[in-house]
């Protein structure tokens, strides 16, 4: 379904504070004690139930940390590097029954087969107690530390995805050595940097005061969703209506049917050419269709503009005030193609109606720049992107050629204001790397504990500028599986891409590179024939070729270390795709470039940039509150 709003019918769109249900909460349960989130700029529950509340701000060298939950017994949240206990740095906490003492610990976490969870007191106590009191039915604790504190029994926060393991205890500890197991625990990855958490904007969609704003619906309707499928990708065309004079999309919004938020995996928008027309046929189909079909084929080759593209565990795409996503008149009457990735593991023995979607929010009160999405990363969605079996950090990059940008990108370049990274399960970590010259510069977005289950994207603040001639290079580490795995629209295959949100818009739609198939083929000592080909199938090489890698290529190190060698050393072919300033290089290679070095934070100058105040006793203190340090500090 598809809605288009009268000026008349417009709505204006409100901001909805999680500060308010804060405030509210914390007046109900805190006996009146609220003046503890009032600096915090960050914040959100950990659990569906809203028993384990988790607030932070931020500066440049230190994270301000409160949590609530909702018992009387020691809490504890940490950092984890995969979800799990083992290896996860620990902030326990609790308040005192009897004096209302306040103590905080910093303790690092192990499990052994034999001596089970090992929940080791740190011999440096990096965590500073802030504050912390309890009421009849919660407990909340304030400690502050360093980002990067240099203890390996810390980690650190990075602007990488975390792994935030929780737990609680109705009771305190027995006494400060012997913590008592959990009754309470879960994990949820957070992006501690993003605006998705703020707590006090009172603008999300940095629009004036009585602003009208109009939506759009772009949706599928009832796509049945086969008990039998594990994964499906479902497009469908959408006719745009009649559009009286232009706008800026601002916002756009996932629309989940309720109940499907696991079930959704991703929602992309394309804009397609004047060549899709109302003759076009099918009007919506299986995107990743086994057999040929030309009108698939011409449908997808035209819809390749991305609008709006979102993931699982991502929240509403907000423009920056000054660009927005143009819809002119000239778009009117063109089609735009939805697609939508279902991931359904455990499918249920019935069938599944869907109807989800995008919302557009839309303004005709122009920005200073039209923004636009490009397509950045690998685009070998066959064999030509195989991760060996059971390999550990194995990498797989897309170039960006500097020929591309120059050709399509203004002198001054462009200014990159989001990016969403994505790979499948395989996926570990994902950089997007930018290279000026012969020297790469701080990459513009970095993952390195990347969630397929929790896909944000990156907002920068201030935006990146990319110029005319820099080389943009998406790289991606995975680890393998039992079986070879391949590039491919399945969760169980892999991808490599990165959406990129950025302004002044140009034509560039994607821009990427192909893994050289013949390369391949001579690296293994293998090319079907004829009389191993499927004609039916859409691309029959490369079913025999997945076929053949999957079941009887001999995948031992020395072939792996061919394969890693292939994918670094190799050539391929780059291209971007831009109307008439497409560039399409046939052969290319890695260039050389000096890589980027990362300023350590470990550096003791660094340290002292901006302390926290000295606590006596960073362990334990009563109930007195302590201020809360540098109360009048920006977020960064």
């Keep these: 379904m598809m809605a288009f709003l009268s000026r008349r019918t417009a709505l204006t769109i409100k901001a909805h504070l999680l500060a308010g249900l804060i405030a509210a909460i914390s007046a109900q349960d805190y006996d009146g004690s609220t003046d503890t989130s009032l600096s915090l700029t960050h914040s959100t529950f950990l659990d569906g139930k809203r028993d384990f509340f988790l607030g932070w701000r931020f500066n440049a060298t230190h994270m301000d940390v409160e949590i609530t939950a909702r018992t009387r017994g020691w809490i504890a949240v ?33 499990v052994d087969a034999k001596t089970g969870v090992n929940l080791l007191l740190d011999g440096k106590q990096d965590w500073q107690l802030v504050t912390g009191f309890q009421n009849d039915t919660h407990t909340t ?69 009585q602003q009208r704003l109009q939506q759009m619906d772009i ?22 209506p009649v559009i009286d004079q232009k706008y800026h999309i601002i916002s756009v919004k996932p629309l989940i049917e309720q109940g499907h938020e696991s079930l959704v995996h991703h929602v992309l928008v394309y804009l397609c050419s004047d060549r899709v027309t109302d003759s076009s046929s099918p009007k919506e189909f299986d995107c990743n269709h086994e057999e040929r079909n030309e009108g698939i084929e011409m449908i997808t080759g035209n819809c390749q503009t991305v609008l709006a593209a979102w993931a699982v565990g991502g929240t509403d795409i907000v423009y920056p005030e000054e660009a927005g996503m143009p819809l002119t008149p000239e778009m009117s009457g063109r089609y735009v193609q939805i697609e939508i990735h279902y991931n359904n593991p455990n499918p249920p023995p019935e069938p599944q109606m869907d109807s989800s979607g995008v919302t557009f929010i839309l303004t005709d009160v122009l920005r200073q720049f039209d923004a636009a999405t490009v397509n950045i990363g690998v685009f070998n969605m066959n064999y030509m992107a195989t991760i060996p079996p059971n390999v550990t ?13 120059t050709a399509i990108f203004p002198p001054d370049g462009i200014r990159v204001i989001q990016a969403l990274l994505h790979t499948h399960l395989q996926g570990r970590k994902v950089y997007l790397r930018q290279i000026r010259g012969q020297q790469e510069l701080e990459p513009i977005a970095v993952d390195e504990n990347y969630d397929f289950n929790y896909q944000e994207a990156r907002v920068l603040t201030p935006p990146k500028t990319v110029l005319s001639g820099d080389q943009l290079i998406v790289e991606c580490h995975y680890d393998g599986k039992g079986t070879a795995t391949f590039g491919g629209f399945s969760t169980n295959d892999e991808m490599c891409l990165v959406y990129v949100i950025y302004y002044p818009a140009t034509n560039m739609a994607s821009c990427g590179s192909i893994n050289n198939a013949s390369q391949i083929q001579d690296l293994v000592g293998y090319t079907p024939d004829s009389s191993q080909l499927q004609p039916k199938n859409a691309d029959p090489q490369a079913a025999a070729m997945k076929n053949f890698l999957s079941k009887q290529y001999d995948w031992n190190q020395a072939n792996v270390a061919k394969f890693r060698d292939l994918y670094t050393k190799g050539s391929y072919g780059a291209f971007c795709a831009a109307d008439e300033k497409s560039v399409f290089i046939q052969s290319s290679s890695a ?10 934070r470990c550096n003791p100058q660094s340290q002292r940039l901006q302390q926290p105040p000295t606590v006596t006793n960073p362990g334990t203190v009563t109930n007195d509150r302590h201020e809360p340090w540098d109360r009048a500090l920006p977020a960064t």
């Design 78 to 110: 940490g950092i984890s590097p995969n979800g799990q206990m083992d290896q996860s740095d620990v902030l326990l906490g609790w308040v005192d029954d009897n004096t209302n003492a306040v103590t905080v610990q910093d303790r690092w976490n192990t």
């Design 141 to 209: 604790v304030r400690a502050v530390r360093a980002l990067d504190t240099c203890d390996p029994q810390d980690r650190p926060f990075t602007q990488s995805t975390l792994r935030i393991i929780y737990a609680y205890h109705t009771s305190d500890p027995i006494n400060p050595q012997t913590i008592t197991k959990h009754t309470q625990r879960g994990v949820r990855s957070v992006l501690f940097h993003s605006p998705s958490f703020w707590i006090n904007r009172t603008d999300v969609l940095n629009v004036k005061p």
């Design 219 to 240: 949706q599928v309707d009832k796509v049945s969703i086969p008990a039998s499928r594990s994964t499906l990708y479902w497009c469908k065309l959408i006719r745009l």
């Design 393 to 405: 950090d194995f990498v797989i990059s897309g170039h960006c050629e500097a020929d591309c940008s």
């Design 591 to 600: 260039k050389a470039y000096t890589k980027y070095d990362a300023p350590s």
